[in-house]
């Protein structure tokens, strides 16, 4: 299955990258075995020397009693971004910065994922939505 080229400018990039918010509150965790939680409660996990970091609802996670600092909130881009592309992330990442806005980054293979906190998530999608016009 050939799979489609996403997009490798970065003004289209940012011109184009539609924030959505998606409803709810997601939480970090670090475990140290997968094999108890469900996959498809996850959003995605890494693997650290550490531990296992996994992302999931907030709700999910405590249903698990797994422990966890920060609620986030969850923006998706919506524009299908190459992995190839330069400049995106730090992008936006700087821009929230300047609001005082912490950004935690997923890259998935269409879109980039943003989490940050729960608090922040109405003033983030402002930041990221006056990007585009620019």
């Known amino acids: 299955m050939e799979k489609s080229k996403g997009e490798t400018n970065l003004n289209n990039l940012i011109k184009n990258m539609e924030p959505i918010l998606n409803d709810g509150e997601y ?37 698990l009693e797994l422990t966890f600092e920060f609620v986030a909130a969850w923006i998706t881009l919506n524009i299908h971004s190459s992995l190839e592309a330069v400049g995106l992330t730090a992008a936006f990442a700087s821009e929230l910065g300047k609001h005082n806005i912490s950004c935690n980054v997923i890259a998935g293979y269409y879109h980039d994922h943003i989490f940050v906190d729960k608090k922040d998530e109405e003033k983030a999608m402002k930041v990221l939505w006056n990007m585009t016009k620019k």
């Open 27 to 63: 939480v970090f965790a670090s475990v140290s075995n997968v094999t108890s939680i469900p996959r498809d409660i996850t959003i995605c996990e890494i693997k650290e020397k550490e531990g296992i970091t996994v992302v999931l609802s907030k709700k999910d996670a405590e249903e």
